[in-house]
């Protein structure tokens, strides 16, 4: 992980990368900006299996 890029991001989660440019909470340095995030589901036994439940479409305008 690219340490210096992840520090730049003033209202980031500090260690969460994001790549998902179609999130609303996703930055041009890949941070997360969401007060939070929420991953699932609880019956994931694999990472394949897992999502972040906190994403929100970025709306085109």
């Given amino acids: 992980m690219d340490t210096e890029k992840n520090t730049c991001c003033p209202k980031h989660?500090?260690?969460i990368?994001?790549?998902v440019e179609s999130c609303?909470?996703?930055d041009?340095?890949?941070c997360c900006?969401?007060?939070e995030i929420a991953v699932g589901p609880t019956e994931a036994k694999t990472?394949?299996?897992t999502?972040?439940?906190?994403?929100?479409?970025k709306t085109e305008g």
């Avoid at 999502?51 to 479409?57: A, I, N, Q, S």
């Fill in 47 to 49: 990472s394949a299996q």
């Fill in 33 to 35: 900006t969401a007060n």
């Fill in 51 to 57: 999502l972040c439940v906190t994403f929100r479409p």
């Fill in 17 to 19: 990368v994001c790549n």
């Fill in 28 to 30: 041009s340095h890949n």
């Fill in 13 to 15: 989660i500090k260690g």
């Fill in 24 to 26: 609303v909470y996703h």
